[in-house]
């Protein structure tokens, strides 16, 4: 593929771009599809409902000009955009040769866990936590050991340091992270990342990190560290999965990469991958590659706008009696305890008002919804209006 993109040169995108309402109805959109020709808002599955940017689009066109779209191996500049973006935005310094294309980072979670564990073994995840977390493994030959996330007052959510580590045990091979956290929002610090790199050290455990959302820090305040970066003793012993998809919405063009310093480990992995795993499309690869290299200016704008639409919840939701809102460092997934309804069915409710969101309990937390603002913001207050009428009908 020919390097036709060219650099970010820091040109301002208008904000007022992600107020179009663009129509999805009828597309096949997973999204749209799940509530068709019913009156409910889809603020479910993390998939935004904004154009992507203009880059992005334009190096598309582009490709779909040759009329061949075979078999395609990433290009070089796709491999050099990452490590620049890396580099540029954590101090990341990578060898392209550390990454392996994949079309999903739950494809990676899967392959890692079939690259690394053996009959028999433990696997760590953290609870409340994407739900793929929880069927990535094989449940014929590994064991998944649940130790929840610990809350704090403040409403951040954090690791449990000391049930982790008593939770380690011989057979203990493997923890998947999400960092940034889906759904709490938490971005881990530097101190909290180490703390879990040595307790894998000192059980010789293999570190999955899932850091899809690392682009997306929107409070302003915080900074995403890669696992990595916070534990360069322990990086021979990190599979890093990232992708463009989330910050991009490129989530239908199946791209991710995992980033893997370690060259047995690199090699095992990709071991894995063969005879199960496809090649990621061409037109996926031509979209990251626009994306790193020329989607910031776009980034830094969306970032703005969910700020933005983030106030509105935390506004709205604040006012509404049995609904609170956890504070969100990163993603566009409002985390919101709604147990105070005391509703049978959380989700179910407020499909029946119009507001499709996600069930808590496929996270591991009953009672909580998971809402995405990734959207106008007239969408996002129309939503919670309906969200509003649907708690006030219950007094």
Known sequence: MKDTISPSNGSQVDLSVFDS??????????????????????????????AVAEPIQQALVGRVGHPIYGYTVP???????????????????????????????VTGLAVSCRAFCEDGDDVMVNPPIYHHFYDSHENKRQ?????????????????????????????????????????????????????????????????????IHCDLVIDGQSTHIPTAVACPEQADRIITLMSASKTWNLAGLNTSFAVISNTKKRAQFETA???????????A??????????????????????????????????S???????????TYLAWIDATELRLDNTQAY????????SSGEQFGQPHYIRLNFACPASVLNEGLKRIRTAVEQLS
């Open 21 to 50: 309402l663009i129509e999805r109805a009828h597309t096949c959109s997973m999204k749209w599809e799940k509530y068709k020709d019913q009156d409910i808002i889809p603020m479910w599955v993390a998939d935004m409902d904004f």
């Open 75 to 105: 290009p070089d500049a796709l491999r050099q955009s990452i490590a620049d973006h890396l580099k540029r935005e954590f101090n990341w310094d990578i060898d392209t040769d550390w990454l392996v294309f994949l079309p999903g980072v």
């Open 143 to 211: 064991k998944l050991v649940k130790v929840p996330l610990k809350r704090f007052d403040t409403g951040r959510w954090t690791y449990d340091i000391e049930a982790m580590r008593s939770a380690c045990t011989p057979k203990m091979s493997m923890i998947m992270l999400c960092s940034p956290h889906n759904p709490t929002g938490t971005v881990f610090e530097a101190e909290e990342l180490k703390q879990v790199g040595d307790m894998c050290a000192a059980n010789d455990m293999t570190i999955v990190s899932d850091e």
């Open 273 to 283: 991958c063969q005879s199960i795993v496809p090649l990621v499309p061409p037109l």
């Open 285 to 318: 690869l031509v979209a990251s590659h626009a994306a790193y290299a020329g989607g910031e200016p776009w980034r830094q704008a969306l970032l703005q706008y969910l700020s933005q639409n983030y106030k509105i919840i935390d506004q709205e939701i604040s």
């Open 320 to 330: 509404i009696p049995g609904l609170s809102l956890e504070p969100l460092q990163a």
């Open 350 to 357: 407020f499909e029946k008002h119009g507001v499709g969101v």
